[in-house]
């Protein structure tokens, strides 16, 4: 076996001079749009086995609220409430507690890793999941509110408000379900903040505010759903005032920019442990 010097073989100049001068440039980052639409196609189809079940539940549980509500709230004011209220638990269902679950048992399972070595923003990670979970509401959401329109005697004339509430509130609480998911040490504790979440949105949503002590009026001000509940119900009354609706959708745009960002941090911090 003869045995070639390196140097004359063909190309070995070139590969010697490029170990030499400057390190290939590497390839552009992946841009946030591109790279959201693509987690949010890859968790739809993974969510889309649970779908039929998933909105079963949803939706079946906020209908078994207003029929039981029906017996205390006859009409009026405070049926806009317990209508609105159980429209948007369907949003905090998906998007607060079972986001919590699915990012609290990624961490625990070292499926971030797997996200990590992908050529995508963390951002696009969060969002595209949130976007995913939230889509799987609005099925639920408008089956809830026509029924309870129905069943309270309201207008259904609005009932279009909801294509700016259900993203908005999802956008709110998806991201304060994937940063419980992200945070919390283990994933029991994780489920555990995003069932105490909906409940608070449960109870602090569909309740009448009117009939509240003033302390649990300041805690509903705090939940973020609760101005995604509030922008509904005012689309209720003969003359609904718009202003008032935009401000209480600006607020919930704001909090779920605030929240989402939160929960990137927690990605990034969560992924690089």
């Known amino acids: 076996m003869s045995v070639v010097p390196a140097g004359v073989l063909p190309g070995a100049t070139a590969v010697q001079d490029g170990g030499a001068g400057e390190a290939a440039a590497l390839g552009p980052r992946a841009r946030l749009w591109p790279s959201l639409a693509a987690v949010y196609r890859a968790q739809l189809s ?9 909105l079963f539940v949803a939706t079946f549980q906020s209908v078994g609220i207003m029929i039981m509500m029906r017996g205390v709230v006859s009409g009026g004011g405070e049926a806009r409430f317990v209508v609105s209220g159980a ?5 905090a269902y998906v998007a607060l507690n079972l986001l919590a679950q699915y990012f609290g048992q990624l961490r625990a399972s070292g499926g971030l890793d797997h996200y990590a070595t992908l050529p995508v923003p963390p951002a696009a990670v969060v969002l595209g999941a949130a976007a995913a979970y939230a889509s799987f509401t609005v099925p639920g959401t408008l089956v809830t509110a026509v029924f309870g329109c129905v069943l309270f005697g309201l207008p259904l004339g609005n009932l279009w408000v909801l ?26 504790l994780a489920t555990l903040l995003g069932q105490l979440g909906m409940s608070a949105a449960l109870l602090l949503g569909v309740l009448p505010p009117d009939r509240m002590p003033g302390a649990v009026r300041l805690l509903r001000d705090l939940l973020p759903s609760t101005y995604g509940v509030e922008a509904y119900a005012h689309t209720f009354a003969a003359r609904p005032d718009w202003a008032l609706v935009a401000g209480d959708m600006a607020v919930c745009a704001g909090v779920g920019v605030v929240s989402l960002a939160v929960a990137t941090w927690a990605y990034r911090r969560a992924a690089v442990r």
């Open 87 to 91: 429209s948007v638990v369907v949003v």
């Open 163 to 188: 294509v700016a509430v259900i993203p908005l509130a999802g956008a709110a609480l998806s991201g304060l379900g994937a940063a419980f998911g992200l945070l919390a040490p283990r994933p029991e």
């Open 46 to 54: 993974r969510a889309r086995v649970a779908r039929i079940p998933l």
